[in-house]
């Protein structure tokens, strides 16, 4: 059962163009989530992340939304520039502070 | 923000050999400490979960005989490979939690190759 899910496996964004990345979980127990940015043979970078109790966060460039009613993130990127080009995940924190993590997504950005 | 570190980065070994993954909190402590596998092109799967001075908690479906983990101090967890199998090559990363935060940091990450 996966419940943290990225259904676009690839986005492709024009450089100076808001990006906007899309997370849906179905555990309502979740409370913290994350956005994380990894580079190939790269550990997880942490972005930003969200409280349940908060549906905006914003630092500079990178801004999340949480929808809790319907169970959806999202994380914006304005303006893109090249460098954001890498895998985007999301993921979601329960009990024990373990995170769940989605599929990920791969950003291009293009000059 | 906080630096995780992990070593070796990168390590070759002959099947049926063990291998030792270190993971480091360079500039903070973290009681928990979390051990995680990356296929190809799939997302980052939690394996285990590394607590301070007593035994880590392993996700359904891995052996904890084959990959012992220990977490002797607050800045120190390791993950050994016991009896290593071509299947077990893969990407391994570490991450902590500063104590008291809300995230988690991530190591660089090892790649280890079974031949």
């Known amino acids: 059962d996966q419940q943290v899910k990225q259904n676009s496996p690839s986005l492709s964004v024009q450089e100076g163009r808001i990006s906007i990345l899309n997370c849906d979980y179905t555990n309502s127990m979740f409370d913290y989530f994350l956005w994380y940015k990894k580079y190939p043979a790269e550990g997880p970078t942490f972005l930003i992340s969200i409280s349940s109790i908060k549906d905006k966060n914003e630092d500079g460039r990178f801004t999340v939304f949480l929808n809790k009613s319907a169970k959806h993130l999202s994380l914006h990127i304005v303006p893109s520039q090249p460098g954001d080009s890498a895998v985007y995940f999301c993921?979601?924190?329960?009990?024990?502070?373990?995170?769940?993590f989605g599929g990920g997504t791969r950003l291009m950005v293009k000059p | 923000g906080a630096v995780v570190s992990q070593h070796p980065s990168r390590v070759i070994c002959k099947s049926g050999t063990s291998v030792k993954i270190e993971c480091r909190s360079l500039?903070?402590?973290?009681?928990?400490m979390f051990w995680y596998r990356q296929f190809p092109k799939q997302s980052l799967m939690l394996m285990a979960t590394?607590?301070?001075?007593?035994?880590?908690?392993?996700e359904q479906g891995v052996e904890k005989d084959k990959f012992l983990i220990n977490h002797a101090s607050l800045t120190l967890s390791t993950l050994t490979v016991t009896s290593a199998h071509p299947e077990d090559s893969s990407f391994y990363i570490c991450?902590?939690?500063?104590?008291?935060?809300?995230?988690?940091?991530f190591g660089p990450g090892t790649r280890l190759t079974v031949l």
């Open positions: 991450s902590a939690r500063p104590l008291g935060a809300n995230e988690q940091f």
């Open positions: 590394s607590n301070e001075g007593s035994k880590a908690t392993y």
């Open positions: 500039d903070f402590q973290a009681t928990t």
């Open positions: 993921a979601a924190r329960r009990a024990g502070n373990m995170l769940t």
